[in-house]
């Protein structure tokens, strides 16, 4: 099982992990929240991303960043090493959520089902519900509410 090791700005990190945890109740201690506090500096939050990344203690882990290029993500480019470790950033909910449904399969599959999760997750609604609509003058029974 590969790990999943979420690095964001304080407080979204740890705010991702507790929605997975309401998700996915029984999770085990392969999926680590690592909040990067603001005016810490970037080698000591690399030290303590570090440190709990190795607490995770799995051969592989998908790591997952918020912002392309801000302190979350320069942290997540020094630990991730590309074999054993893969880096995604731009992480959204439906994203994490993916990937804790696949974190079964080879890492590069997990990468790859993470990024359709995001992707798939992101999408225009319609502005008003079917039954939210005005009733056409050729609809019989006003109560029928067939979708």
Partial sequence: M?????????????????????VFPDIDASVAAFDVQPQTPPEESLAQAGLLLKQLGLPQALVLTDIFGATPCNVAQKLADGINTKLVTGMNLPMLLRAMCYRHEALDTLVARALAGASQGVMQVAVTAPQNQVQRSNDQDPHDHQQ
């Fill in 2 to 22: 590969n790990g999943i090791f979420i690095i964001a700005h304080a407080p979204l990190a740890s705010a991702f992990l507790q929605c997975v945890r309401h």
